[in-house]
């Protein structure tokens, strides 16, 4: 008996220590079912990320010079431009300029866009030299020579509220919320929908996707590349793509500031 004794009380000490981790464990279960509901749950909605989005664009104009390369499958430029973009975004309207020149500088179309919540945005285009007012181009196809659409730099996007989140991915080695937007009726210039990835943490659009009516990819638009300036990270490269073609069009950022 007396040798059976620390037998028992060993098999006694490693039930009481089985019992104990057991216990942790089903508590570490219930703790981890606990976030990961309370995660499911603070998936957003659509319209509730777009709005995450819009509230960290600049509220004061800012000022955006960048280059613009049109590139062939080589990768060989066969074409250089510049652009100007002048962005103001309140809670309550915003208004966006959009800006071609030439390798001189010397603008010779510009698009101006001005929304108001609840209404339709409104849509100025000038070109020539000096600018001079014309015809409303059609803002999903490509614009002055290059694979970019007017579309591409206004992103009307950012204010459709018909979509819903499709997926979570990555992209650019950043976790992001994708997704699917459609227009509202009327939306001038634009049919099909958008597929677009929103970063979790910066609520930053990184790529976008453009669809046609009958649910086809027509292009693209990838953030590429960050820089810093006036220490701020700010988006330096933008790759966009045509899928009818190898050819693409690349945006640089050279600099911004605020007015």
């Known amino acids: 008996m007396s040798r059976l004794l620390?037998?028992?009380?060993?098999?006694?000490?490693?039930?009481t220590l089985w019992k104990r981790v057991l216990s942790i464990t089903l508590a570490c279960m219930a703790v981890a079912g606990t976030v990961?509901?309370?995660?499911?749950?603070?998936?957003?909605?659509?319209?509730?990320?777009?709005d995450k989005v819009l509230s960290g664009m600049p509220q004061t104009p800012i000022h955006i010079r960048s280059r613009v390369a049109v590139k062939t499958g080589s990768k060989r430029t066969?074409?250089?431009?510049?652009?100007?973009?002048?962005?103001?975004?309140?809670?309550?309207?915003?208004?966006?300029?959009?800006?071609?020149?030439?390798?001189?500088?010397?603008?010779?179309?510009?698009?101006?866009?001005?929304?108001?919540?609840?209404?339709r945005a409104v849509y100025d285009y000038k070109r020539g030299s000096p600018m001079q007012p014309a015809s409303m181009p059609a803002l999903s196809e490509p614009a002055e020579g290059t694979d970019i659409a007017w579309m591409d730099l206004a992103m009307p996007f950012l204010w459709w509220r018909d979509g819903e989140i499709v997926?979570?991915?990555?992209t650019r080695g950043r976790d992001c919320w994708v997704v699917v937007l459609r227009p509202p009726a009327g939306e001038a210039g634009y049919e099909g929908s958008v597929k677009v990835w929103i970063d979790k943490k910066f609520?930053?659009?990184?790529?976008?996707?453009?669809?046609?009516?009958?649910?086809e990819k027509t292009r693209y638009m990838v953030v590429e590349s960050f820089k810093k300036i006036n220490e701020e990270w700010m988006i330096k490269d933008i790759i966009v793509k045509r899928t009818d073609t190898r050819a693409s069009t690349?945006?640089?950022?050279?600099d911004m500031e605020a007015e």
Do not use: W
């Open 6 to 15: 620390p037998v028992m009380q060993y098999c006694q000490a490693a039930l």
């Open 36 to 50: 990961l509901a309370e995660e499911s749950t603070n998936t957003p909605t659509a319209a509730e990320l777009m």
């Open 78 to 119: 066969i074409m250089a431009l510049r652009l100007h973009i002048t962005l103001c975004i309140t809670p309550t309207n915003a208004t966006g300029k959009y800006v071609f020149a030439d390798n001189a500088d010397e603008p010779f179309a510009e698009l101006n866009v001005t929304r108001t919540v609840g209404k």
């Open 167 to 170: 997926d979570s991915d990555t």
């Open 203 to 215: 609520f930053m659009v990184l790529r976008a996707e453009q669809f046609n009516p009958k649910s």
């Open 250 to 254: 690349v945006i640089t950022v050279i």
